[in-house]
């Protein structure tokens, strides 16, 4: 599911030395039947954090744990539009268009290097 910034309620600066901006987000907000948010709220009471702790940790675990693929997309990305990976992060970061894709861009495949000499089912 990917959220665009206009769905993010932002209630300004909270931590002014760390300049962090929260964003708000309800559980009711998020596509999940009745059967799953009754379980996930048994679960958070059972693990003693509130709804807004435990989706905080499941977010920052699934980020941690995707990181090194969404850095692969967004070099693969960054190349196939001629920008820097700061440039193509900070457009997206603001919703902005990247622009016209190249047709001879460079592609590094992290993968090849993995399977070189296997046989691997595509």
Known sequence: ??????????????NEQKNVIMAIL???SVELSE?????FIV????????????LATIIMYY???KEKDYRAKLVYTANKYGLSPEET???LLNNEELGESL???EVELDWADETEGKDVDV
């Not at 599911?1 to 909270?14: L, P």
């Open 1 to 14: 599911m990917f959220c665009t910034r206009a769905k993010w309620e932002y209630i300004g600066d909270v």
């Open 26 to 28: 309800r559980l009711g």
């Open 35 to 39: 059967a799953d948010i009754d379980k």
């Open 43 to 54: 679960w958070c009471r059972l693990s003693g954090k509130s709804v807004r702790a435990k």
């Open 63 to 65: 980020m941690a744990k």
């Open 89 to 91: 992060f900070k457009r």
């Open 103 to 105: 047709e001879d861009f």
